[in-house]
């Protein structure tokens, strides 16, 4: 079955410190990805996402992420994470010529100053 | 742009009444908008895809005569929580494609939170 794997159910960092939030997915095909993040009691806001051509793509506030086809994974980076940045992200999947999104569970991302 | 709107924000109902919860596309034309839904600090699951004038596909396990959509035009989606009860408390999340902006991408509205006492 199709699927979509965060591993990191939470995670915590400084301000100003670096931030990988790793997300991989189960099938054969290459399928879409993106990353979205939700701050508490909101909808989603789209980061980035990846089609096809350059494997690292870049996306907003920062952020940035690279598909890896041989380790089926597409984790998200950030340099520098800013106070701000807290929240839920999530990583999800679609498969061409289908309607469904399939999400990861979310991983909470926490800051200190 | 590609901005989705949803409305009300949240809403308090009494177990047996019925909510309708909007989503428009503002600034697009939404051919295809899905329904999710999303419990306290879990990930979002997909109800069903909704159509422009033809009938939503529902999700397996997802009672089609309790969450009634209707998707009558290119920027305007309802879902109605029919003799709503206190399970069906819970965050639902809308989205629209914009198959004009290229690819697969879906964007989403804020979310409203449904409290059913």
């Known amino acids: 079955a199709q699927s979509v794997t965060q591993p990191d159910i939470h995670i915590t960092v400084s301000e100003g410190a670096s931030l990988e939030l790793r997300c991989n997915y189960s099938?054969?095909?290459?399928?879409?990805l993106f990353w979205y993040v939700q701050s508490p009691g909101q909808g989603l806001q789209l980061l980035l996402k990846?089609?096809?051509?350059?494997?690292l793509v870049q996306g907003i506030k920062g952020f940035e992420a690279e598909f890896k086809r041989s380790q089926s994974s597409f984790n998200l980076r950030k340099p520098s994470v800013h106070w701000s940045d807290a929240a839920e992200y999530f990583c999800?999947?679609?498969?061409?010529?289908?309607?469904?999104?399939?999400f990861g569970t979310g991983t909470r991302l926490q800051v200190f100053p | 742009g590609a901005v989705v709107s949803q409305h009300p924000s949240w809403v308090i109902c009494k177990s047996g009444t019925s909510v309708k919860i909007e989503c428009r596309s503002l600034?697009?034309?939404?051919?295809?908008m899905f329904w999710y839904r999303q419990f306290p600090k879990q990930s979002l699951m997909l109800m069903a895809t909704?159509?422009?004038?033809?009938?939503?596909?529902?999700e397996q396990g997802v009672e089609k005569d309790k969450f009634l959509i209707n998707h009558a035009s290119l920027t305007l989606s309802t879902l109605t929580v029919t003799s709503a009860h206190p399970e069906d408390s819970s965050f639902y999340i809308c989205?629209?494609?914009?198959?004009?902006?290229?690819?697969?991408?879906?964007?989403f509205g804020p979310g409203t939170r449904l409290t059913v006492l």
């Open positions: 999800a999947v679609a498969y061409v010529n289908t309607d469904k999104l399939i």
């Open positions: 989205s629209a494609r914009d198959r004009a902006r290229g690819g697969d991408t879906q964007y």
């Open positions: 909704s159509n422009e004038g033809s009938k939503a596909t529902y």
């Open positions: 600034d697009f034309q939404a051919t295809t």
């Open positions: 990846y089609f096809s051509g350059d494997t």
């Open positions: 099938y054969g095909a290459t399928p879409y």
